[in-house]
Nanobody, 130 residues
């Protein structure tokens, strides 16, 4: 199994930037893809971005595709989420997730729902003030 530890969340003003990190440990060599989700207070979990570990293909939610960038460092077993132009509606707990089986592609409804993913981080809080 793989364990995920997130960092980088915090309080930022609207228009600012944050870079989230998620370090993976344990059985990381079988990773098919990783991604970021978020959950705002009182709302359901929402897909943010995903990346294929081997090929680097990326997929973004429409709400963030022009502002956020997902990337990974294979040597460090770490996935990042660079968030620019943050808006108050981006306020949420952000979770990273790992897909080790590859049952569905990263742009499929199944992946976006996150129901088939294999590991989740503990979450890091991002708060964007007006």
């Amino acid at each position: 199994q793989v364990q995920l530890v997130e960092s980088g969340g915090g309080l930022v003003q609207a228009g600012g930037s944050l870079r989230l990190s998620c370090a993976a440990s344990g059985r990381t060599f079988s990773t098919y893809a990783m991604g970021w989700f978020r959950q705002a207070p009182g709302k359901e979990r929402e897909f943010v971005a995903s990346i294929r570990w081997t090929y680097g293909a990326r997929y973004y939610a429409d709400s963030v595709k022009d502002r956020f960038t997902i990337s990974r460092d294979n040597a460090k077993n770490t996935v990042y989420l660079q968030m620019n132009g943050l808006k108050p509606e981006d306020t949420a707990v952000y979770y990273c997730a790992a897909d080790q089986r590859g049952f569905s592609s990263i742009n499929s409804p199944e992946w976006v729902r996150g129901n088939t993913l294999d590991a989740w981080g503990q979450g890091t809080l991002v708060t964007v003030s007006s």
